[in-house]
């Protein structure tokens, strides 16, 4: 092995441990990421990134070269991706188009540039996709947004969610180590009694308020829906279940000490909750939605107020 190969290799193998401190932090991202290495080589990514160039992630390693992968544009002029870093400092560039096998994509790329001992090693490269954004500014982005978009408590509706719920099934057995997720259910407890008590609207007002609880309480790449009547939906992306449980019952208390004030009416509610994760070679949706169900109903058997697991 030549000396420039191992000073090389040497390079990636820093680059990947100043990347460490950012991993979990990557993991939560929406955007895709790139960690790329002095040498324009690709050292890890994440899904998105390789569906943004519509590869999968074994094959984008293996190939290396990330100059080799797509084109970059700023307008009209053809630009090479290491001319549009400043190894100096962290950067936001605004509308670069990518192309990738003949298809455009409108980008902005951040870099966070990693050194050791004032040598550049790499850079961490966030990509994120405007594309769809952009046309739907100009042609759907409010009717699709209203379609996905539950009325009352504006969370996701069932539809959303189950989009979100396949499209991150097939990520799962694309690459397993990197796309588990778990599926929460969720059920007010004795939610009839409260309209029957104080009121329709009043049920309404609980509902909203629910909805607020729990998305003020998890990370914006969380995906919180509601599923229908008094049953809301959670996705958890790149979350197991043991954590999926300790999260859910840090909702379960924050609902539990929640007082809602309609009409100078003061609500008490409790939810109970059925947890599950993606597991095995052949998880589908629709079974998965069948475990958190079976668990939602074991926790109200168990009396209610409970996260129970399946």
Same mark, same amino acid.
């Given at each position: 092995?030549?000396?420039?190969?191992?000073?090389?290799?040497?390079?990636?193998?820093?680059?990947?441990?100043?990347?460490?401190?950012?991993?979990?932090?990557?993991?939560?991202?929406?955007?895709?990421?790139?960690?790329?290495?002095?040498?324009?080589?690709?050292?890890?990514?994440?899904?998105?990134?390789?569906?943004?160039?519509?590869?999968?992630?074994?094959?984008?390693?293996?190939?290396?070269?990330?100059?080799?992968?797509?084109? $970059?544009?700023?307008?009209?002029?053809?630009?090479?991706?290491?001319?549009?870093?400043?190894?100096?400092?962290?950067?936001?560039?605004?509308?670069?188009?990518?192309?990738?096998?003949?298809?455009?994509?409108? $980008?902005?790329?951040?870099?966070?540039?990693?050194?050791?001992?004032?040598?550049?090693?790499?850079?961490?490269?966030?990509?994120?996709?405007?594309?769809?954004?952009?046309?739907?500014?100009?042609?759907?982005?409010? *009717?699709?947004?209203?379609?996905?978009?539950?009325?009352?408590?504006?969370?996701?509706?069932?539809?959303?969610?189950?989009?979100?719920?396949?499209?991150?099934?097939?990520?799962?057995?694309?690459?397993?180590?990197?796309?588990?997720?778990? $599926?929460?259910?969720?059920?007010?407890?004795?939610? *009839?009694?409260?309209?029957?008590?104080?009121?329709?609207?009043?049920?309404?007002?609980?509902?909203?308020?629910?909805?607020?609880?729990?998305?003020?309480?998890?990370?914006?790449?969380?995906?919180?829906?509601?599923?229908?009547?008094?049953?809301?939906?959670?996705?958890?992306?790149?979350?197991?279940?043991?954590?999926?449980?300790?999260?859910?019952?840090?909702?379960?208390?924050?609902?539990?000490?929640?007082?809602?004030?309609?009409?100078? *009416?003061?609500?008490?509610?409790?939810?109970?909750?059925?947890?599950?994760?993606?597991?095995?070679?052949?998880?589908?949706?629709?079974?998965?939605?069948?475990?958190?169900?079976?668990?939602?109903?074991?926790?109200?058997?168990?009396?209610?107020?409970?996260?129970?697991?399946?």
């Amino acid at each position: 092995m030549s000396i420039t190969k191992k000073i090389l290799i040497n390079h990636h193998d820093k680059l990947l441990e100043a990347f460490s401190g950012y991993r979990d932090f990557c993991r939560i991202l929406t955007d895709g990421y790139a960690l790329i290495a002095s040498d324009m080589t690709l050292i890890d990514c994440n899904q998105e990134f390789c569906r943004m160039l519509e590869g999968k992630k074994k094959r984008l390693l293996k190939e290396g070269q990330v100059s080799n992968m797509f084109e $970059v544009f700023l307008g009209e002029k053809q630009v090479a991706l290491e001319d549009l870093l400043d190894i100096n400092k962290p950067q936001r560039v605004d509308q670069v188009t990518m192309c990738v096998n003949g298809n455009k994509l409108l $980008v902005v790329i951040s870099y966070f540039p990693f050194f050791d001992n004032g040598i550049y090693l790499g850079s961490l490269a966030i990509f994120r996709n405007m594309t769809d954004e952009s046309i739907l500014q100009y042609k759907y982005k409010d *009717k699709y947004l209203e379609a996905m978009t539950d009325p009352l408590t504006e969370l996701k509706n069932r539809s959303y969610f189950m989009q979100e719920l396949e499209r991150l099934t097939e990520l799962y057995f694309e690459d397993k180590q990197n796309n588990y997720f778990s $599926v929460v259910l969720l059920d007010i407890d004795y939610f *009839k009694k409260v309209n029957d008590t104080y009121g329709h609207q009043a049920g309404d007002a609980v509902l909203v308020e629910v909805a607020k609880s729990l998305r003020k309480n998890v990370f914006e790449s969380d995906i919180v829906g509601r599923y229908g009547g008094e049953e809301f939906v959670i996705l958890f992306p790149n979350v197991n279940l043991n954590d999926a449980m300790r999260i859910c019952e840090r909702l379960r208390r924050k609902l539990e000490s929640k007082t809602i004030t309609h009409d100078s *009416k003061k609500i008490k509610i409790t939810a109970s909750f059925g947890v599950t994760q993606i597991s095995g070679n052949s998880d589908k949706a629709n079974l998965m939605l069948e475990r958190a169900d079976t668990a939602l109903y074991e926790a109200k058997d168990a009396g209610r107020n409970q996260v129970k697991s399946k």
